[in-house]
């Protein structure tokens, strides 16, 4: 994290050094010149014409332009020294000091009204934040220079903060918003023909591919990043692309080529003499030295990037150090140092906000405590776990609920405290009112001449007095009829908001009934296999995944299909499917090449979601495995999109393995499937499923079931009825879900011939 920010800053000082002026050549004009405005503009220029290189002369010429244009009331050039001080310590990672070099220069742009200054040194302060992982500071900052560079119509500067927000709401895990964000930064940086700010961004694209498993554009952005920074001299992106793909590797469990570009990443930042990079490559090693077992070694690279980590008081780095270091313990069987470092882990990640970092922790430190039998203090981190969870999700409506309580008891608050000291000075008042009473009366005793003058000048205090309780009383009773407004205006909100929620619920759990009915009746694979199984299993209300039957003379053909995402978005591609596969049987009396059908779907999804070519409206798509099988011949044909076919005969199980081609979504026009015929016989079991079930996160290491586990579990229930074979499924999935959330849409389907 902190190393992109330097890289930001490097290639700043690159390419201004490459417009600068000679530096001899500005030296010798500052000797020259009498002029001390002059003097200022010329240090300013010679601070960007030395460059971090020669920070010595870089700090000592802004520094004296701060002090000249001080003197002389100079802004513009004053507020330009304090963005140059603040540069040269946000590079030394000196955040605070940068802080208030940047805000002193933010003041004096706001009272002069210099929108692009404005704008331009609100990014630069988010960019400070971001760097000392304040997450929250740093968004909030680039979010008001985003809108100041759209008002003002900066393009430029538009994609480079949209590149930066893509990577804050990356580390705070909001993907679906962070991809947005890298969307408009590569659109506008094609506008522009801008390059040198694409590796970045590439980078960033990258890393939301992995979190959201999507490995190939995953792979994809990290090579063309790496070609793209070599192309245009950046060598400070590479460590990042090469890291990037060492996390590609680790995710798909190839430890040995994960370490050897962890390994590579850390030799250029060592030859570059990166602390931020040399923080992060140690972590990633001792990371995956970790995985490999490896834990001697792991502990001597992560306690190393943990020094580098506080050195750089890169908060990020330090919660990523202890959790992992936590985990280590965990592996060596000393849970009590686990649970130590977890803990600080916690602590700092709810400093920066890092909602991932902080639902890792809960749920180590929910099992660890659970291994050392600390019943309680489990089930305390599993409730947070839990909480945690359901809040990265919570919906805009519980959100606006949470707002307007938020602002009642606020206003309820204050009006609570007014009312007290309402009430406060009404006693005042009626203690002095009998004070005055007292003195009436013994004034009345002592001085009996007066007893007239005194009882008429009580008389006229007490009317005031009075006067002034019943106007303190309406006004009590004007707050009270106020916050008893107040309180049935946000009871409003609640229940409009809660019908609104119940209202969309209602409709999903309808869409869901719309959805089973166009499902094919499970009769019609009972009455052509009696021995069969159909487990559907879906996510959420509404599934992603769908199956499909159509009926011919002397042949069945079945379809598997899995749709892009899960839940609503997922529910829609169904319809689109069955709807465009109803539309082909209808076309095609006769079904007899699955190749065909998935060609056929391919080119009407593409045009139904308007996929025209490399920038695709939309990605979405769907996975689809296609057979027919022959009554009469016992011919199998098969044709698939990414979803394979198993085949169980008696001792031997075979896998048929379809194209790596999606149908819809991808950027390759005009696909052409393959298709496989083979014999099957009597007695022979097929299996056709999604991958949800291999995806199912579990077990004790908290892992995915994996493919070779589930055709291996496939593979070990030959004896059993097809029945039997559903019944175990749905128990080994549960007994290895366990605690854990369903990850995705579950269908398979079993075919005794």
Same mark, same amino acid.
């Given at each position: ?164 927000? !893509? ?193 890792? !922790? ?392």
């Amino acid at each position: 994290m902190s190393r992109l920010i330097q890289i930001f800053l490097l290639i700043l000082i690159t390419l201004t050094n490459s417009w600068s002026d000679d530096i001899d050549d500005l030296e010798e004009r500052l000797k020259k010149t009498t002029n001390r405005k002059k003097q200022v503009e010329i240090l300013n220029t010679l601070v960007i014409s030395y460059g971090f290189n020669d920070s010595i002369n870089y700090l000592r010429c802004a520094k004296r332009a701060e002090t000249l244009a001080e003197q002389i009331e100079f802004d513009d050039g004053y507020a330009l020294s304090q963005m140059h001080i603040g540069n040269f310590y946000n590079y030394q990672y000196l955040y605070d000091t940068a802080l208030n070099h940047f805000n002193i220069a933010l003041s004096i742009y706001r009272e002069k009204v210099d929108d692009q200054k404005i704008a331009e040194t609100l990014y630069k302060i988010g960019t400070v934040f971001f760097s000392a992982s304040n997450y929250k500071a740093a968004l909030q900052y680039t979010n008001e220079a985003l809108e100041s560079f759209m008002i003002i119509g900066d393009i430029p500067n538009r994609a480079n903060t949209h590149s930066l927000i !893509c990577e804050i709401e990356s580390h705070m895990g909001f993907n679906a918003r962070a991809i947005e964000h890298c969307r408009n930064a590569k659109i506008l940086y094609e506008q522009i023909g801008k390059t040198d700010g694409k590796p970045e961004l590439l980078n960033s694209m990258g890393s939301i591919y992995l979190d959201l498993q999507y490995y190939r554009r995953c792979e994809n952005s990290f090579n063309q990043a790496i070609y793209l920074a070599k192309s245009i001299n950046n060598e400070g992106s590479i460590p990042i692309s090469l890291s990037g793909l060492g996390h590609l590797y680790v995710a798909t469990q190839d430890y040995e080529e994960s370490f050897k570009y962890y390994t590579r990443a850390l030799e250029i930042d060592s030859a570059n003499n990166n602390l931020a990079g040399l923080g992060y490559s140690n972590f990633n090693i001792g990371t995956v030295l970790k995985l490999m077992g490896k834990y001697t070694d792991s502990f001597f690279y992560l306690s190393r990037s943990l020094r580098y980590s506080e050195q750089l008081y890169d908060l990020e780095l330090q919660a990523k150090g202890h959790s992992e270091i936590g985990n280590l313990y965990s592996q060596m069987g000393d849970y009590e140092k686990a649970i130590e470092h977890l803990k600080v882990s916690v602590v700092v990640a709810q400093k920066i906000g890092s909602d991932p970092i902080l639902e890792t !922790c809960y749920n180590n430190l929910a099992k660890y405590y659970d291994q050392l039998n600390e019943k309680e203090n489990a089930l305390i981190y599993f409730k947070l776990y839990m909480i945690h969870k359901e809040e990265m999700y919570a919906n805009q409506s519980s959100s606006k609920i949470a707002e307007a309580e938020a602002l009642y008891n606020l206003e309820n608050k204050e009006k609570q405290i007014q009312l007290l000291r309402r009430e406060n000075q009404i006693k005042d008042l009626e203690a002095n009112e009998r004070a005055l009473m007292n003195i009436w009366l013994l004034s009345g005793l002592i001085f009996i001449l007066t007893v007239t003058m005194v009882v008429y000048r009580q008389y006229k205090i007490q009317n005031n007095t009075n006067k002034v309780l019943q106007d303190q009383k309406s006004s009590i009773n004007q707050q009270k009829d106020e916050i008893q407004t107040q309180k049935e205006s946000i009871d409003k909100i609640n229940q409009i908001l809660t019908d609104k929620n119940r209202q969309i619920t209602d409709s999903i759990e309808y869409a869901k009934k719309i959805q089973v009915s166009l499902l094919p009746d499970e009769k019609v694979l009972r009455n052509n296999f009696q021995d069969s199984f159909i487990w559907y299993l879906p996510k959420d209300i509404v599934s992603g995944d769908f199956y499909w039957f159509a009926e011919s003379e002397n042949s069945l053909c079945i379809g598997v299909i899995d749709c892009t995402g899960h839940g609503v978005p997922g529910g829609f591609m169904t319809v689109l499917g069955n709807s465009l596969l109803n539309q082909y049987a209808l076309e095609h009396k006769d079904l007899n090449s699955p190749k065909e059908i998935l060609e056929y779907m391919d080119r009407n999804v593409r045009t139904r979601l308007n996929q025209h070519g490399i920038q695709l409206s939309s990605p979405e798509g769907m996975d689809m495995s296609m057979t027919i099988i022959d009554f009469k011949s016992l011919n199998l044909k098969f044709s698939s999109a990414r979803l394979p076919l198993y085949i169980s005969h008696g001792e031997n199980f075979d896998q048929l393995v379809g194209d790596r081609l999606s149908i819809g979504g991808d950027e390759i026009l005009d696909k052409k499937f393959t298709e496989k015929s083979i014999k099957v016989k009597k007695g022979d079991v097929l299996y056709m499923s999604t991958d949800g079930f291999q995806d199912q996160f579990g077990g004790k290491d908290d892992k995915k079931f994996m493919k070779l586990h589930f055709r291996n579990l496939l593979a070990s229930m030959n004896g059993l009825s097809m029945e039997n074979q559903k019944i175990k499924l749905v128990n080994t999935f549960n007994d290895w879900k366990e605690f854990n959330l369903q990850t995705d849409d579950i269908l398979i389907l079993g075919i005794r011939i």
